[in-house]
């Protein structure tokens, strides 16, 4: 009998070159959540994202810090493979957007997987194919979730968010890809209808652990047999941070690096399975990582055969990385995911998001581009609305991506503005490492702190939901060392990896 | 220089403030009734020629958006020549430029400047929020109209050690004259500690270091200075003007301690009167926020650059002071719709230089006497007049 479809490729050279993962700052106590509906209970934090943050947000984070451990350039990676349950439009160019701000080529491959959190490992087993076809030399793989739980479910005190990135090659790298196996069985788990706005817990948590999960689960695993070896370590499903430790005895496995991950961050969905392995990949040995929703479950092997670059970084990202984390209320988690509105209708922003403007404006944010003077080399922000040089007045520009980081000119902090935008704002006026010159919103957590002379980097972060489409830009971010101070500035204006800022200056467009 | 000199005979305008009970067309009447009545020897309305109307956000505040069309038949003129002037908060005072180069050019006698402004027909959070999505439509976003001034403060107060303390004198002084201003918005004395204790409105400026927002309408009546003397024994002439434009992003500006587009304009018009800063008895400047005063005086040449604070806390600015600044009360306390805030201004140095004023009188001992605005995305456009008791 032949290996099934869903089994893959078979011994393939296909590698891991780098990881990189986001977690939003923001932490909700899962308790507050059950004070909520007035229970007991609900056990430790959750990763929330704030108002200017979703699973595109974290995804570019993380793609960002993974690039940069593999040492692969933006435009040289062959393509973006992306899986979330939920993308940011259910229709959409959720996956143009995303591979625009990570500055991918516009030729570049991929696809969008989603439909259930077995959105990840969809992903990574169609990138996995791709390279191994030889379609792509290299590919971004990202898995991340921001999801909301419909109100008053159980999984309100279990949700959180995050993200990771894999940079994988056709030809080995730090981790190979052995083997894997899907199982489908119909069955309802988690689920959101086309028009429901928040996801539904299954029918009943005990038919669910017995009838489904640890079924699914142990299918998948079984079918690799003595593929996964026996002393592997294990990335685990626990959505409720219970439930892997049932997982983990119905597959047998003894070392399981995904524990303590669920108290730390909740259930990221689709980056769960990633994350639960990244204290896996510090370290030589054989991984299995099973990621299981929607009715299918799969196991990969990977084999680690050197500490896979990023993935140090990327567990600190699981405490929040170089800021750290923030407590925040359960209301303020409920406005940020759209649950909490108020009753006055929201005053529309002055041009809608499908209009000729932000076509022209679109793209050059995303990809944060500026037209530098072919005579002078002035950098003029953003390109469509400087035709000529606004130094020299010249004609003759080309288009560049700007740095990532800079220093802070002056800046203001905001603390009168309508809806959508959240007080205090921090806006600042920057000057780029590049010699050019921004002004971008900053962080609220920045707003006592920033100061003249301050160093900055840049994160793409959601300006707005307007007219329910998403509108995404950079905002600057005060970098801090982990002596609190603010650390020199790198040679190529880069910065820590878990931060996920991403050096585009081997990716620079040229254009007329 | 060739042109016609032109005289201010009459100016006139409304009580600022929140005019709920008032239609744009009815303060475009209330100010020109007003204009006309102040006319010495007495002024047909029929005798103006040509009119230009200052109003600046009409197409974004939903107020009428054709002022051109709008304002004659709110005024009993319709079928006058009129044109309505948009550049930004300096509006009303380029709409006073170009009334005053009309009637230079000889093609008019007798031109009626008038500026008219709703502010307050629509939320405050609308009217924040249309701000804050001005410019590009993605890059600029946030940016509330403090946000364009108050970057200035922070650099200011870094560079040259300006303080709070120094940018609420601003308003202290700006409320004190509002006081004496019977069209001021705002009439009540207000202290340091107030300024400082208020709510932050757009960090280092809180809400007293704001002006508020305003309706008004303002008018003015400008004729060839040949005929002068048909409407008053006691003209005052236009001497020079000036205009200047910069950038209009924040992120393409020279430098964060002043505003250069001020600097180029004045020096425009000082050069056009043939005066300086030294001969003007009395100012009335752009004062949006108290940093835009500092700034304004700076760079009018009126005190060194650095010094604005320093100048402001010592009284210099103040009404008896070496160069009185808006002894109106200033857009902080007299108020600011935007089209009729230049045209009001005008009036105030009509009156300033006739020695009409009462209690809030300057001395004039040179009579010149200037008015200035200055705004756009980013303050990229500043106007400055100069008017001038001295014959022509």
Redesign the interface.
């Known amino acids: 009998m032949s290996q099934p479809a869903s089994d893959g490729p078979g011994p393939s050279p296909v590698g891991l070159l780098g990881v990189g993962a986001a977690l939003p700052s923001g932490r909700l106590a899962a308790a507050d959540v059950a004070v909520g509906w007035g229970q007991a209970g609900g056990r430790g934090s959750l990763a929330v994202c704030g108002p200017d943050e979703d699973c595109l947000t974290l995804a570019w984070a993380a793609a960002g810090a993974a690039l940069a451990a593999a040492g692969l350039a933006a435009a040289d990676v062959g393509g973006l493979w992306w899986g979330t349950a939920r993308p940011p439009l259910a229709e959409g160019p959720s996956l143009a957007f995303l591979a625009a701000a990570v500055g991918l080529d516009t030729a570049s491959g991929g696809l969008l997987a989603g439909g259930s959190v077995h959105a990840g490992i969809d992903a990574l087993v169609a990138a996995w194919d791709a390279l191994a076809a030889g379609s792509v030399a290299s590919a971004l793989v990202i898995a991340s979730d921001a999801l909301v739980p419909g109100l008053g479910t159980g999984a309100e005190k279990a949700t959180g968010a995050g993200a990771v990135a894999l940079v994988l090659s056709a030809d080995g790298g730090a981790a190979r890809l052995v083997a894997r196996a899907t199982r489908v069985r119909p069955l309802l788990d988690r689920y959101r209808g086309d028009g429901q706005a928040g996801t539904g817990d299954p029918y009943d948590p005990r038919l669910y652990r017995e009838r489904e999960l640890l079924p699914s689960v142990a299918s998948a695993v079984d079918a690799l047999g003595d593929r996964v070896p026996a002393h592997a370590r294990w990335s685990l499903p626990d959505p409720d941070g219970r439930l892997g430790k049932a997982v983990a005895q119905a597959v047998g496995a003894r070392s399981v690096s995904s524990e303590g991950v669920f108290p730390r961050v909740g259930d990221t969905g689709s980056a769960a399975p990633f994350l639960g392995a990244l204290a896996a990949l510090v370290e030589p040995g054989p991984v299995c990582l099973v990621g299981t929703g929607g009715g299918r479950s799969t196991a990969v092997v990977l084999d680690v055969i050197t500490p896979v670059p990023g993935a140090g970084p990327a567990l600190a990202a699981l405490e929040g990385g170089a800021g750290g984390t923030r407590a925040v209320t359960y209301a303020s988690v409920l406005r940020s995911r759209g649950q909490l509105v108020p009753l006055a209708d929201p005053v529309p922003m002055g041009v809608p998001p499908g209009s000729a403007a932000f076509v022209r404006g679109s793209e050059e944010i995303l990809s944060l581009e500026g037209r530098k003077c072919s005579v002078c080399g002035t950098i003029a922000v953003p390109p469509s609305i400087h035709p000529v040089c606004i130094a020299c007045g010249n004609e003759s520009g080309r288009l560049v991506h700007l740095a990532r980081s800079g220093t802070v000119q002056t800046f203001v902090v905001n603390h009168t503005m309508p809806p959508p935008f959240e007080a205090p704002l921090p806006l600042a006026v920057v000057d780029l490492d590049d010699g050019s010159r921004v002004m971008l919103q900053g962080m609220p957590e920045d707003a006592a702190a920033l100061a003249i002379g301050d160093r900055v980097h840049l994160e793409l972060r959601r300006y707005a939901l307007e007219r329910g489409v998403p509108v995404y830009g950079f905002k600057v971010r005060r970098r801090i060392d982990h002596n609190g101070g603010p650390p020199p500035a790198s040679a190529n204006g880069t910065t820590g990896a878990a931060a996920g800022v991403v050096d585009l200056a081997g990716a620079r467009r040229e254009r007329s | 220089m060739s042109w016609n000199r032109v005289a201010v005979v009459g100016g006139g305008l409304i009580r600022f403030g929140e005019l709920f009970d008032q239609s744009y067309e009815k303060m475009a009447h209330g100010a020109f009734s007003a204009a006309v009545a102040s006319v010495d020897k007495g002024f047909e309305p029929t005798q103006v020629e040509a009119a230009i109307v200052a109003t600046q956000r009409g197409t974004l505040w939903g107020q009428e958006g054709i002022g051109g069309n709008t304002v004659p038949t709110a005024i009993g003129l319709a079928g006058v020549p009129c044109t309505r002037v948009e550049n930004a908060c300096p509006s009303g005072s380029d709409a006073f430029r170009i009334g005053a180069m009309v009637v230079a050019s000889g093609v008019h006698d007798v031109v009626l400047v008038i500026g008219v402004e709703k502010m307050r027909d629509k ?4 009217g ?3 701000r ?3 410019g ?9 109209a ?2 364009l001034f ?3 403060a ?2 200011h107060m ?1 560079e040259f050690g300006t303080t709070r303390e120094m940018l609420a004198s601003v308003a202290v002084k700006n409320h004190h004259n509002g006081t004496l201003d019977p069209y001021a918005h705002f009439q009540s004395e207000i202290t340091v500690e107030q300024v400082l204790a208020s ?7 809180h809400l007293l270091d704001c002006c508020p927002q305003t309706d008004g309408a303002a008018a003015v009546i400008l004729v060839n200075a040949e005929r002068a003397r048909e409407f008053t024994d006691k003209p005052v002439w236009v001497a020079g003007f000036g205009v200047a434009t910069d ?1 209009p ?5 020279s430098t ?1 301690t002043g505003l250069p587009v001020t600097t180029a304009a004045a020096e425009r018009a000082y050069a056009m009167a043939g005066v300086g800063p030294d001969q003007m008895d009395m100012a009335e400047v752009h004062d949006c926020f108290t940093i835009t005063e500092i700034l304004d005086i700076e760079d009018l040449g009126f005190v060194e650059k650095g010094k604005g604070g320093v100048a402001s806390l010592e009284g210099e600015t103040a009404i008896g002071g070496r160069i009185p600044v808006n002894p109106s009360g200033g857009l902080l306390s007299k108020g600011h719709p935007i089209g009729a805030t230049g045209v009001a201004q005008i009036t105030e140095c009509y009156w300033q230089l006739r020695g009409e004023v009462g209690e809030r009188q300057v001395e004039i001992r040179h009579g010149n006497a200037l008015q200035h605005n200055v705004g756009g995305r980013g303050s990229g456009v500043s106007v400055v007049n100069i008017l001038t008791t001295n014959n022509p």
């Not at chain 2, 939320?123 to 609308?126: F, L, N, R, V």
């Not at chain 2, 590009?136 to 509330?144: D, K, L, Q």
């Open positions: 939320s405050t959070d609308e924040l929020l249309s804050a999505a001005a590009h439509p993605i890059y600029n976003r946030a940016e509330t403090p946000v108050a970057p200035f922070t650099r870094y709510p932050p409105v757009c960090h280092p400026l950038h992003y924040l992120h393409e500006k964060f």
